[in-house]
Each structure stands twice: as C-alpha cells, then as structure tokens.
C-alpha cells in the first residue's frame, strides 16, 4: 500500500510549485493510475515520492518510508521514462549487473528475460533498442527483484494496441497477487478501461479520486457515436423527436458525415433511424475523450432488411468482442489478460477470456463485480524469489565488476595507454638523456604525468562519470554515488585496474626497447624496489582521485581535471610550503618509533616502513595525499548532506 500525504515540489523562482499538496493512496491487490494532461504534475509526483526530486510531503511504502526501507528495491520496482543504462550494454549484461546491486540470483535475469519476451534479443545493445523493447526491458527490472510495489512512469507510452493490452495484462496479474501498481496516464481512456482507482491531476493539484466505475461515471460524458451517409438529416430528426419528448438531447454533427449525440442511447438512435428509413454505418458508445470503447457495424438496407436492423439496433453496443483490434492473437499468455472495457452506462465491465455472457438491458446496468482471473495471466509472471536480507560486503564489488565488465570503454581505453606509453619509451630512448627510470614509465619530464597515470585516473573518473551520465540505479532510493560500500567497491576495482595498468606498462615498455635497442635501455635499476612501490603508489593514487572527484563533482571530465591538478597545481604548493625539508624530518622515523613503542620490529620491517614514509613524504606524495584527503572528506560530506535531507 502507498500513501502519500502532501506532496509539494520546491517553487522554481517566481513560479507556483508544480506539484502542490498532493495526497492519496494506492491499495494493494488494485491497479492505480495518475491521470493528467502533459504538464499536469504526474512524472513530479512519482519523483517526489521516489525521494529523487527535493520537496515536501511524505510517502509511506506499506508504512515506512523509502529512506527507512534497506533495499528499496525489494520493496519498490521503478520505471521512470526510457531505461536508463549504458547504450553499449547488453540486456543481458544490463540485467545481471543489477541483480549483483539487488542481491538476487543471477539465474533471475534469465527468468525475467523470458516473462517479457526478450530472450531472443538478450545479446543487443541497450542503445539499438525500440520503444516497446525499451518498455520491456523497463518492466523486466522492475521485476528484477520480486518488489510488492510497482511504480511506473506511463509504461504504455508510444506502445501499439497489442503490446498494451500485454503490459496492462502483466499489471493486472501483479495486482491479482496482492501486490501494488502504481501508474501514470495522459489518456482518460486507458485509465478507465485498466485501473481500479482514478486519481486525476490538473496543474499540479488533485482533481478527484474515484474508483475506475464512478470515474467513468462522473468524470467523463458518455455519447453515442453515429456515422451516416445521411447525417443532417438524422440530426433534425433526432433534434425533433427530443423536443417532441421534452428530452434533455443535444446533437452534435461532427466533420463529414459523423454525429455525436448525447443524452440517448445507442438502441434509441437504432430505432428512430430505423424508423424513417436512415442508412447507418456506425453506432457506439463513446466517453468523454476516450474515442470508441466498442464499435458496432450495420450496414442496413431501407428495404427488405427490419429483422437486420431491429436486431443491429438494439444490441449491446458495448460488447468487446467487435472491436477492431482484439482479433489479434495473443503470442505470450499475459497477452490474454484483455481490457477493462466501459459500458454505456458507464459501468466498468471485465472483457476477460470468460464466456461471453447475454447483453444486459441498457435501461439496467450491470454490476462492476471483479471477476475471476484466469490462470494463464497469473502464471505470466516471474517466479517468486527469496532474497537473503543480510547485507553481503561481495555484493557491491560484484556490481562494480560487472559494470566495468559489462562494456568495452575500458578495455579499450587500457590498450590505448599501452600503445602510448610504448611509443613515448621508444621516442624517449631515441632521443636519449633520459634517465631509466622515466624511460621505463614513458614519463617525459615536459609532462606532468605518465600515460598509465592518466589511463588509471581516466577509469577512475569514469566508475563515477558513468554513474551520473547513465544512471542504471537512479530510481533506487540506494543511488550508488551515495553508498559508501559501492565506494569501497569502485576504490578497490579502481586500485586493482591500476596496478595491472603499471604492471603491464612497464612490461609492454621494457620489451619494446629490448627488441627496438638491445637490454641496455631495458635493464632493472638498482633501487628497483623504491621505484616500483613509487611507480605503484602514484598510479593508484590517480585512480582514486579520479574515482573521488567524479563522484563529488558528478563529472568525469572533473574526475579528470582532479587528476592532473595534481602535479599542476598542488605539488607546486606543497614545495613551496614544505620548502624541501619533509625528507630530513622523516628519517629515522622506525627508530624513534621502536624507541617510544619499545617493540623489535620483526622481519626488519623499519626499513620498509622509513622506505614508505620517504615515499609519502616527497612533494608528488604529499600532494597526492592531500588531495585524496580532501576529496574523501568532501564526499563523506555531500553524502551525511544527502542523507540530513
């Protein structure tokens, strides 16, 4: 059950708040839409409610609200315009990689694939994906996680006739099985004809709540639609005759030869055309702006035809089944589950797969009674799945993996910094005076970092950047900027990146130039150790600031910028403030140690420990270290922030 108590959006400048003290709720086992013309406050409402968009109010998800629930996902299953992902993703991998967030079985992409009909295109790209395609996808992750409650944001938009009826059948079979379905609609007849519960907006503000029987009762205007070649004249007769009757009728002629007659019925119009010997080629009803909920055809003869006519004009002319578009056969069972039709006298009325039933009177409307499901509708969804609601310190790190993985950018943007880190070796060694140690990392001295660092800062800046650009877990209340266990996560698959990037540079380095100039140019150093802890460290550290930085400035190009503010700006800084003198207060730091702690170091591990004091004491290291402090800070900080609103 939803309830939602106040809802107001923050005014923009001058202007009124878009969505104003909204309130209503949505009740399990029903099918609930937000109605309202575009510009109406029904996306504003959901992200509201969602905890995604700053306002006031308050949305309870059987009770608690998203803030207070530990995996909103399991709770809630979101859909909010297209899928968002990465285009270069497949549907597959874009399903297994949030069921690794989720916490759920892998096993369960596969099972959602096939209840939406997307086995067969699970190895495309997200970007070559159509409209309905894209609607699939969105409600298999939806689905993903067994939520109770389904949110979606007009899930049937830009869908054909069939795929609508599959989607509203899928929904429907969610709410027979107690769950809650929560959706929006710009169109007054999909609303009446699927949900249980009407909840109309109009600039932002709550017009009426109503069940789906006394929306279409109330809200709409029923009509009868009349097409005729003979349209004027059946206009003045039926103008007449309610004059005669001291009838409230009012007759309206539409383009060519098309009428729209309220206050009738399609059996009086029937008859009085039947009557003077009028030729009528349609006759419906009709509601409000829902166009035709059945369309009945009569080809009628003038002459010889009275058995024909009387029978064509006296019909229900709400029966579903002569409808124009339900001849199609249905490919998936969810597809039987059919429409919720309106009747003339605005009674809602289950167009099932059940027997058809006699046409009742129009003078005495049937009941709007729900009636049984078929089991064919109910067995289209998903299996039931159980979650393990014990937090797993593997599942952000499989999701993190997974997502860098899943796409090809950083393969591709590692064996570009190989080819040209080699090629800078090779130039560095041709033209000579540069020291091994720089000509093994590719560092001329007119950069300000080697290739690989800016390669590991690059992926770094990108496990954010990508976040924000392609946001695949925005609609969880969990976004995964603000989870300090995806942090740890990115840090640790960012420092992993790294080290195998330094690793194979300097491999890749050291064999170009022992096959280009011989083992001269490619021999170890003496300090070999130092260096490679340096080369490591520096490395790692461009990772993380990339990672820190996007993730604070939501940008990768930031996270980018961060990085090569570094030998740029802050190791300048730290020269100038240190004035070279952090190396001399750092020695003999393990003896002073030992002196004060009065323990033997085992192993000799002062020397190692004075070797990474000495490191970190250089200016790059301090600088580095300063700007990986800072930025941690800064984005412990916008996170407490986020979770005080």
């Known amino acids: 059950m939803i309830q939602a108590v106040g809802l107001t959006s923050n005014p923009r400048k001058a202007l009124p708040p878009v969505v104003d003290d909204v309130s209503f709720e949505a009740r399990a086992g029903r099918v609930t839409v937000l109605l309202g013309a575009s510009g109406a406050g029904k996306t504003t409402v959901l992200r509201l409610m969602l905890e995604l968009q700053q306002g006031r109010g308050l949305t309870y998800f059987r009770g608690r609200p998203l803030h207070r629930i530990a995996h909103p996902s399991r709770e809630v299953g979101v859909l909010l315009g297209d899928v ?14 949030l069921c690794a967030a989720t916490g759920v079985p892998v096993r369960r992409a596969d099972e959602v694939l096939e209840v939406v009909g997307l086995v067969s295109l699970r190895d495309e790209r997200l970007g070559t994906l159509s409209r309905g395609m894209d609607r699939r996808l969105g409600l298999a992750c939806a689905l993903l996680a067994d939520p109770h409650t389904l949110v979606l944001d007009a899930p049937a938009d830009g869908l054909s006739s069939r795929e609508n009826r599959w989607l509203h059948g899928m929904l429907r079979a969610h709410a027979d099985q107690g769950g809650t379905v929560l959706t929006t609609t710009a169109d007054p007849k999909e609303a009446a004809r699927t949900a249980d519960q009407v ?23 029923p009509r009868v639609a009349v097409r005729s070649p003979h349209a004027a ?62 369309v009945l055809t009569a080809a009628v003869g003038v002459v010889g035809a009275e058995a024909h006519v009387e029978a064509s004009a006296t019909a229900d002319c709400t029966e579903s089944d002569t409808d124009a578009d339900t001849d199609d056969s249905f ?10 039709e309106v009747d003339s006298e605005g009674e809602v009325e289950d167009a099932d797969t059940t027997p058809p039933t006699p046409a009742p009177s129009p003078s005495l409307p049937s009941p709007s009674l729900p009636s049984p499901r078929t089991a064919d509708a109910l067995s289209a969804l998903p299996p039931p799945i159980s979650v393990r609601s014990a937090p797993s310190p593997l599942r952000p790190l499989r999701y993190e993996l997974r997502r860098a ?4 950018t950083g393969f591709l943007t590692g064996a570009a910094v190989l080819v040209v880190s080699a090629l800078t070796a090779v130039l560095l060694a041709r033209v000579g005076h540069t020291p091994q140690a720089r000509l093994l990392a590719a560092w001329p001295a007119q950069l300000p970092l080697p290739p690989a660092a800016l390669g590991a800062g690059l ?24 989870r300090l266990g995806m942090l740890t996560a990115k840090l640790v698959v960012a420092a992993f990146t790294a080290l195998l990037l330094a690793f194979l540079a300097i491999g890749c380095n050291a064999e170009v130039l022992y096959l280009l100039y011989g083992r001269e140019f490619a021999k170890v150093p003496g300090d070999w150790l130092a260096l490679t802890a340096s080369w490591f460290g520096l490395v790692v550290g461009c990772a993380w600031a990339g990672v820190l930085a996007a993730g604070v400035f939501r940008s990768t190009t930031a ?21 070279n003198t952090s190396v001399r207060t750092a020695a003999g730091l393990s003896v002073r140690l030992r002196e004060v702690l009065l323990v033997q170091w085992p192993f000799g591990g002062e020397r190692y420990l004075s070797a ?13 270290a300063l700007s990986l402090t800072t930025l941690l800070c800064a984005y412990l900080y916008t996170t407490l922030r986020s979770r005080v609103r």
């Open 84 to 97: 968002p992902g990465h285009p270069s993703r497949t549907v597959r991998g874009h399903l297994r990689m």
């Open 199 to 221: 909840v109309t907006l109009k600039e932002g503000r709550l017009v009426a709540d109503q069940d789906a029987a006394d929306f279409a009762r109330t809200r709409l205007r």
């Open 233 to 294: 004249r059946l206009a003045a007769l039926l103008t007449k005759e309610a004059r005669t009757a001291h009838c409230s009728v009012e007759v309206v002629q539409e383009d060519g030869n098309r009428l729209s007659v309220y206050g009738s019925t399609c059996a009086h119009v029937g008859e009085a055309a039947f009557r003077h010997g009028i030729l009528i080629h349609q006759l419906a009803d009709e509601t409000g702006d829902m166009g035709s909920s059945a």
């Open 331 to 340: 490919d998936d069972p969810a597809e039987a589950e059919a429409a919720i």
């Open 405 to 408: 993985a899943g796409i090809s």
């Open 459 to 482: 992926l770094g800046a990108l496990a954010f950047g990508d976040e924000f650009r392609h946001p695949a877990l925005a609609a969880d209340r969990g976004t995964v900027p603000r």
């Open 559 to 579: 996270g980018l910028a961060a990085v090569l503010a570094v030998p740029v700006a802050v190791v300048p800084l730290v020269q100038a403030a240190a004035g």
């Open 612 to 624: 990474a004091v000495r490191l970190v004491a250089q200016p790059v290291g301090w600088a580095l």
